[in-house]
């Protein structure tokens, strides 16, 4: 059983930069595919990007591709999602998810386990 918690949320503007951050334990997280999902109020959860087991893949969402960046520290069994350019769209609940079956998994019924979430709060 994986348990995982994000980080690193908060309240930014429009144009400003965030880090999330998503620390697993009760596993190996080189034996997952890692992702990240948001959900904003009166809105059904939204796949925001992915990435391969080692790293050498990565997958986004139209909607946030040059913007953010999905990187992973096996060794520190954290994943990580740099958010720049901020936009007050980006509002959201953002939640990292681990999928311990498929390559590079962009649907949230492929994950298996999800953290908590995290607030990001972008003002315009």
């Known amino acids: 059983q994986v348990q995982l918690v994000e980080s690193g949320g908060g309240l930014v503007q429009a144009g400003g930069s965030l880090r999330l951050s998503c620390a697993a334990s009760?596993?190996?997280?080189?034996?997952?595919?890692m992702g990240w999902f948001r959900q904003a109020p009166g809105k059904e959860r939204e796949f925001v990007a992915a990435?391969?087991?080692?790293?050498?893949?990565?997958h986004y969402a139209g909607s946030v591709k040059g913007r953010f960046t999905i990187s992973r520290d096996n060794a520190k069994n954290t994943v990580f999602l740099q958010m720049n350019s901020l936009k007050p769209e980006d509002t959201a609940v953002y939640y990292c998810?681990?999928?311990?079956?498929?390559?590079?998994?962009?649907?949230?019924?492929?994950?298996?386990?999800w953290g908590q979430g995290t607030q990001v709060t972008v003002s315009s």
């Open positions: 998810a681990a999928d311990g079956t498929s390559w590079l998994p962009a649907t949230a019924r492929e994950y298996d386990y």
């Open positions: 009760g596993g190996t997280l080189r034996n997952y595919a």
């Open positions: 990435i391969s087991r080692n790293g050498a893949n990565t």
